[in-house]
């Protein structure tokens, strides 16, 4: 998550303390979302911040696109998985900025939170999961503890716009810390993965897929890849309620 709930937050805060109040062009953004003005009306009611947000959600989808291409193609060409890899720290980029331009125009958007959390789950869930099975972690046991990955990351974004508000904040209003590891964390694995291609340590690689498989693969199950707990860590992390880092 970027920083546009703590826009969001802080345009509250100021507009119960001053006169008249402003909040940021929230109330504005409500009533035009609420209006029945045509089939595009909704677009009047985006923010630039928000149309931002939205492309941290294509950088995410593009990413699966790119490791659906990789498994479709030749397992030595790695010119797809490099370009769903590369996609998501650009996600990354989009997730930063829009934070960025909704401090820089003072506009809050209730919208533009919402927007925030499912775009980040798109690209720093379901793409590095994506890319997770493209590279061979697709057994089927290896394929629930990627969806557990998921689901924590979704848990965790639930979570936060519900708490958020109630988390220690600074004098600007920005919450101190994160409650649980942010899920744009998930950026390394998604170097650990570039490295791995470049190794060959992938299904088709030179040397398989990095650790190996325990269990037996022609089985209904297919074994696991152990490497796939890593993801199972990485869910749990962003879930736990004792892990607390400060926000930059």
């Known amino acids: 998550m970027s920083l546009r709930s703590s826009v969001a937050n802080a345009g509250a805060a100021k507009s119960s303390s001053s006169s008249p109040p402003d909040d940021g062009g929230q ?3 409500k009533k035009l979302l609420a209006a029945d003005a045509g089939h595009f009306s909704m677009i009047k009611a985006l923010h630039l ?45 989009f997730d930063f900025m829009d934070g960025k331009v909704a401090r820089w ?40 503890l990627l969806a557990f990955f998921v689901l924590c990351g ?8 519900v ?10 209003g920005k919450s101190r810390y994160f409650e649980g590891t942010p899920i744009p964390t998930s950026l390394c694995m998604v170097g650990a993965m570039a490295w791995a291609v470049s190794q ?13 498989v325990m269990g037996d693969e022609q089985s209904w199950w297919g074994g696991v890849h152990p490497v ?10 962003m879930v736990s309620r004792t892990i607390h880092i400060p926000k930059p």
């Open 200 to 212: 060959g340590r992938v299904v088709g690689g030179e040397k398989g897929v990095l650790g190996g």
């Open 154 to 161: 979704l848990t965790r974004l639930a979570r936060f716009n």
């Open 49 to 93: 911040a928000d149309l931002i947000t939205e492309l941290n959600g294509f950088c995410g989808f593009m990413s699966i696109l790119s490791s659906m291409r990789y498994c479709l193609g030749p397992a030595t060409s790695y010119g797809n998985i490099y370009l769903a890899l590369a996609f998501i720290p650009f996600g990354l980029f």
């Open 27 to 29: 109330e504005k953004q």
């Open 228 to 237: 796939v707990g890593v993801f199972v860590g990485w869910g749990c992390a």
């Open 163 to 172: 708490t958020v508000s109630s988390l220690p904040k600074d004098a600007t």
């Open 105 to 144: 125009r003072q506009k809050s958007s209730l919208m533009g939170q919402e927007l925030d959390s499912l775009a980040d789950l798109i690209s720093f869930g379901v793409a590095p999961a994506s890319a997770a099975f493209a590279l061979g972690l697709r057994t089927p046991l290896d394929s629930l």
